[in-house]
């Protein structure tokens, strides 16, 4: 039976934190529009049963009345845990007593990584973005939500760090993925507020007891690597928040720059015009060889295949092919750059 949580039985504490959600939310930090329609909105929650989920579920009910949003969740049961199914019927009785609708689905998750050859975290990825894209249509949300928090952001950093990501997707994850009309509004805010927030309105959260598998490396990340920064530099998931905004302003940035030499889409892959290519500083090349090669389809240029290329366009090396992951090849020819797609060049 439904509970309705509002802003103004809360704790005052808490009451703000929901406030610096819902402003975070509206306007995420060096997003690119459009913004998420929040106010009016259809608001789909995802929702795991963990405490950033549950977290996320307390602030949105809280919210939707001053946001006269419509609220409904979508959780999936991956199959893998005999805990599983009491995961799920946490979630159901947590809907209920919020007075959300929710669409709960169980899927193999390990006969889908096993079909689909690849790891069961990414099978379990890819059945949850699909959940939640069938969902979203179903429904009409204006707008999916995840419970990604700060502690999450400092995890994210490091394994894009250890992966060898640049900057500035090092810095992590967007909050605002208008393609994909996916918002993460917790970005910014502490699990341990999180934490406080869903105990202080007498609710509890499922432990996913996977979290703690040192064979995972997100679990080495956060269970070993991230605590031994803690020793360091106590505050380092706010040290993160603040890199993530230096990086967002970069991002946005680059993107207007790169905008001045466009990739060019026909049947044939994708290219980019040669003189207008030189006429760029290397560190604006550089990002736009690499954005043509990853549109051109799965597979992430290494540093030293993207500096050959711009080597040979620089020297105007007509008829230069370079290999590239995903069996894609860069093809240098007289006035233009070609990448090509993989099933292409076989």
Same mark, same amino acid.
């Given at each position: 039976?439904?509970?309705?949580?509002?802003?103004?039985?809360?704790?005052?504490?808490?009451?703000?934190?929901?406030?610096?959600?819902?402003?975070?939310?509206?306007?995420?930090?060096?997003?690119?529009?459009?913004?998420?329609?929040?106010?009016?909105?259809?608001?789909?929650?995802?929702?795991?049963?963990?405490?950033?989920?549950?977290?996320?579920?307390?602030?949105?009910?809280?919210?939707?009345?001053?946001?006269?949003?419509?609220?409904?969740?979508?959780?999936?049961?991956?199959?893998?845990?005999?805990?599983?199914?009491?995961?799920?019927?946490?979630?159901?009785?947590?809907?209920?007593?919020? @007075?959300?609708?929710?669409?709960?689905?169980?899927?193999?998750?390990?006969?889908?990584?096993?079909?689909?050859?690849?790891?069961?975290?990414?099978?379990?990825?890819?059945?949850?973005?699909?959940?939640?894209?069938?969902?979203?249509?179903?429904?009409?949300?204006?707008?999916?939500? $995840?419970?990604? $928090?700060?502690?999450?952001?400092?995890?994210?950093?490091?394994?894009?760090?250890?992966?060898?990501?640049?900057?500035?997707?090092?810095?992590?994850? !967007?909050?605002?993925?208008?393609?994909?009309?996916?918002?993460?509004?917790?970005?910014?805010?502490?699990?341990?507020?999180?934490?406080?927030?869903?105990?202080?309105?007498?609710?509890?959260?499922?432990?996913?007891?996977?979290?703690?598998?040192?064979?995972?490396?997100?679990?080495?990340?956060?269970?070993?690597?991230?605590?031994?920064?803690?020793? !360091?530099?106590?505050?380092?998931?706010?040290?993160?928040?603040?890199?993530?905004?230096?990086?967002?302003?970069?991002?946005?940035?680059?993107?207007?720059?790169?905008?001045?030499?466009?990739?060019?889409?026909?049947?044939?892959?994708?290219?980019?015009?040669?003189?207008?290519?030189?006429?760029? +500083?290397?560190?604006?090349?550089?990002?736009?060889?690499?954005?043509?090669?990853?549109?051109? @389809? +799965?597979? $992430?240029?290494?540093?030293?295949?993207?500096?050959?290329?711009?080597?040979?366009?620089?020297?105007?090396?007509?008829?230069?092919?370079? $290999?590239?992951?995903?069996?894609?090849?860069?093809?240098?020819?007289?006035?233009?750059?070609?990448?090509?797609? @993989?099933?292409?060049?076989?």
């Amino acid at each position: 039976m439904a509970t309705p949580l509002r802003l103004q039985t809360l704790e005052p504490r808490m009451a703000r934190l929901c406030l610096e959600v819902e402003s975070f939310a509206r306007e995420p930090f060096g997003s690119p529009p459009p913004l998420p329609r929040l106010q009016g909105g259809r608001l789909l929650l995802s929702l795991s049963g963990g405490v950033d989920s549950t977290a996320l579920a307390v602030i949105f009910a809280c919210l939707a009345p001053r946001l006269e949003a419509t609220l409904f969740a979508a959780h999936l049961d991956h199959g893998l845990r005999g805990e599983s199914v009491e995961d799920a019927a946490h979630v159901a009785e947590l809907c209920d007593r919020l @007075g959300i609708h929710l669409t709960s689905e169980r899927r193999d998750v390990a006969g889908l990584a096993a079909e689909r050859k690849i790891g069961v975290e990414e099978a379990g990825r890819e059945a949850r973005t699909e959940l939640l894209e069938r969902v979203r249509r179903d429904c009409a949300a204006d707008v999916i939500l $995840q419970g990604h $928090q700060l502690d999450e952001l400092a995890e994210d950093m490091l394994m894009r760090l250890i992966r060898g990501t640049g900057w500035p997707a090092l810095a992590g994850m !967007e909050a605002w993925d208008p393609a994909r009309n996916l918002l993460r509004p917790l970005l910014l805010t502490p699990k341990s507020e999180l934490a406080d927030l869903v105990r202080s309105v007498g609710l509890t959260w499922r432990e996913d007891a996977t979290n703690a598998d040192p064979g995972c490396t997100r679990n080495r990340v956060r269970l070993d690597i991230l605590p031994r920064i803690a020793v !360091e530099n106590p505050k380092f998931p706010e040290t993160a928040g603040g890199l993530w905004k230096l990086a967002r302003l970069d991002a946005a940035y680059w993107e207007e720059r790169m905008a001045s030499v466009p990739l060019h889409h026909d049947r044939d892959g994708i290219s980019i015009h040669s003189p207008a290519l030189r006429e760029a +500083p290397m560190a604006l090349r550089l990002r736009v060889l690499k954005n043509a090669v990853e549109s051109a @389809g +799965p597979g $992430q240029p290494l540093l030293d295949s993207l500096r050959n290329l711009d080597r040979a366009v620089m020297e105007k090396r007509t008829g230069v092919v370079v $290999q590239l992951p995903g069996s894609k090849e860069a093809r240098v020819e007289r006035d233009r750059v070609r990448i090509v797609p @993989g099933k292409m060049s076989r």
